[in-house]
């Protein structure tokens, strides 16, 4: 098991749902934490209660992965100390609306491809080249079952999740032998605040997602993200799907009633 005593980890969209649980999980292995989000209040809210956890040291800032120059400038930045990422958890991403594909609209295309796909690409861009440097180093895609299902109204979501697992799968060819190693971890219905973005802020529809089902956590995310994390050198979890129990596939999901 990998000592995350000795490692930085680099985790981003980390203020809030499977994010904010990533960086409480390698908190408490004592890991030291870079953290980003576009919501550098909550980051900056969390450092105490991380650092009480655990972390090492905490590093914070305010990111929006889908601004290029900004990831770029962000890295190359980094104080001494977290220089050198030994595990990218990349999280950042959302869904924008459930409509028909002919009836969508652009600017929530916009946003889930620049956020899902363009702003993944840029992190990995940014720091995957240090791994390889030093040949050793861990990327975590934050997939989703939509990578391999499509449901109805998912339609520009899916295709971004579907370009996550293609990019996971490329990326782990691309780094064969440089000691890299690449995992997507693709869970099913999570209770955070992604359905509610996903519904532009409406609470109610929000909670409607989940309504007479027992969805994941975002703990229990966080935990399959620290168990790939912390295997040895010679074991790669390449993907894990982690669905609640009352769920067997994107559309199949059993509510109670009452």
């Not at 969209?13 to 980003?36: D, P, W």
């Not at 409607?208 to 399959?224: H, K, N, Q, R, S």
């Amino acid at each position: 098991m990998a000592n995350l005593k000795e490692q930085v980890v680099f985790i981003t969209g980390a203020s809030s749902g499977i994010g904010a649980a990533c960086a409480h999980a390698f908190a408490s292995g004592g890991a030291s934490l870079v953290l980003a989000a576009r919501r550098l209040d909550r980051l900056q809210a969390m450092e105490a209660d991380l650092l009480k956890a655990g972390a090492g040291a905490v590093h914070v800032a305010g990111l929006d992965v889908r601004d290029q120059p900004a990831v770029q400038s962000m890295v190359e930045r980094l104080p001494e100390r977290f220089r050198n990422i030994d595990v990218l958890v990349n999280n950042a991403g959302l869904s924008r609306g459930l409509d028909k594909l002919h009836e969508g609209e652009l600017n929530d295309w916009e946003e889930m491809i620049d956020t899902n796909v363009k702003g993944l690409l840029y992190v990995d861009r940014a720091v995957v080249p240090g791994m390889v440097a030093r040949e050793s180093g861990m990327v975590i895609h934050i997939g989703s079952i939509a990578g391999s299902q499509v449901y109805p109204g998912g339609n520009v979501y899916c295709a971004t999740k579907h370009a996550v697992r293609a990019l996971s799968q490329g990326l782990r060819i691309d780094l064969l032998g440089t000691g890299v190693r690449v995992v997507s971890i693709d869970p099913g219905l999570v209770d955070t605040e992604f359905s509610q973005v996903r519904y532009h802020g409406d609470t109610r529809k929000g909670k409607m997602t989940y309504l007479g089902m027992t969805p994941l956590e975002a703990e229990d995310v966080a935990e399959a993200v620290l168990f790939a994390a912390t295997r040895p050198g010679r074991v790669q979890v390449a993907e894990m799907l982690l669905l609640p129990t009352d769920q067997a596939a994107a559309v199949h999901v059993h509510r109670r009633r009452g």
